[in-house]
């Protein structure tokens, strides 16, 4: 079958940036499984997903807009060291800041940190090496729950 809206789909993925660095893969692990439809993924490979069938493979090119959302500098903050008590900082550090947002640390000075708010890849064009594993109809608990069940999963 292809891949259509309710659709359970399972895919290995290698994810590069433009100049070809490896991102993110599911090389060596699980293939990763959605539900089509369910805006687990990004918008713009979810988008491309549709119509594939078990067994394709394909490149999908994302945008960031369709992607993590294209860089906001106003989401560049410079934040007063000693907000950080003891914490020792440095760049490339996350911080949790509120309940869904993470902050990665840019630069330390002696006085200031500059944080970004963006998403890590907010800004960046993905490019999405897909095999499709399997397709398969979602059942009616997993439409319900929204979510996929891996096989012989129970739950309420
Ligand atoms: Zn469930």
């Known amino acids: 079958m292809n891949i259509s809206n309710n659709s359970v789909v399972t895919f290995h993925y ?6 070809g660095t490896v991102l993110d893969s599911s090389e060596g692990r699980e293939p990763f499984a959605y539900l089509q439809g369910g805006s687990m993924i990004v918008p713009g490979l979810e988008s491309q997903m549709e119509g594939k069938a078990k067994g394709d493979k394909f490149t999908a090119v994302v945008a960031p807009a369709e992607g ?7 989401l560049l903050q410079k934040v007063p060291l000693d907000r950080f008590g003891d914490q020792k900082v440095e760049a490339g550090m996350q911080f949790q800041a509120g309940e869904h947002s993470v902050v990665t640390v840019k630069e330390v000075t002696d006085s200031e940190v500059l944080v970004d708010g963006n998403h890590p890849l907010a800004g960046v064009t993905l490019n999405f090496a897909v095999e499709v594993i399997d397709v398969r109809e979602a059942t009616e608990e997993e439409l ?3 979510h996929v069940h891996g096989e012989g999963e129970h739950h309420h």
């Not at 290698?14 to 100049?19: E, I, K, S, V």
């Open 144 to 146: 319900s729950h929204g």
């Open 14 to 19: 290698t994810l590069t940036n433009n100049d």
């Open 68 to 74: 993590y959302g294209d860089f906001n500098k106003d």
